[in-house]
């Protein structure tokens, strides 16, 4: 069993940045940082895997950077730009395996609570 705790998120205004982060009690080869707005599917933000490779949906890229620090066990998500539309619960996912390039939550066994991020106008 694989323990996902996130952190940080809160609110802020448009253009500004802020950080998540999740600790993990097992490193597993895939990890990964889903979203979910009110309403809405939960949908993939930015994955890593073992080896350091990384994908990010088309909504993120150039703005959101994931990593991992396996010495730490923590898992990170450094998001910039922000807009109001990606304001939502923010979960960390981890599975021991990756599924091609795609990052669906059907993929993923093992998640965190959740913590809200808030972008605002």
């Known amino acids: 069993q694989v323990q996902l705790v996130e952190s940080g998120g809160g609110s802020v205004q448009a253009g500004g940045s802020l950080s998540v982060s999740c600790t993990f009690s097992?490193?597993?080869?895939?990890m990964a940082w889903f979203r979910q707005a009110p309403a809405k599917e939960r949908e993939g933000v930015a994955r890593?895997?073992?080896?350091?490779?990384?994908d990010y949906a088309d909504s993120v890229k150039g703005r959101f950077t994931i990593s991992q620090d396996k010495g730490n066990n923590t898992l990170s998500l450094f998001m910039t730009s922000l807009k109001p539309e990606d304001t939502g619960m923010y979960y960390c996912?981890?599975?021991?395996?990756?599924?091609?390039?795609?990052?669906?939550?059907?993929?993923?066994?093992?998640w965190g609570q959740g913590t809200q991020v808030t972008v605002s106008s």
């Open positions: 996912a981890a599975q021991w395996w990756c599924v091609g390039d795609r990052f669906l939550a059907a993929d993923f066994m093992y």
């Open positions: 890593i895997d073992t080896e350091g490779t990384t």
């Open positions: 097992q490193d597993t080869y895939c």
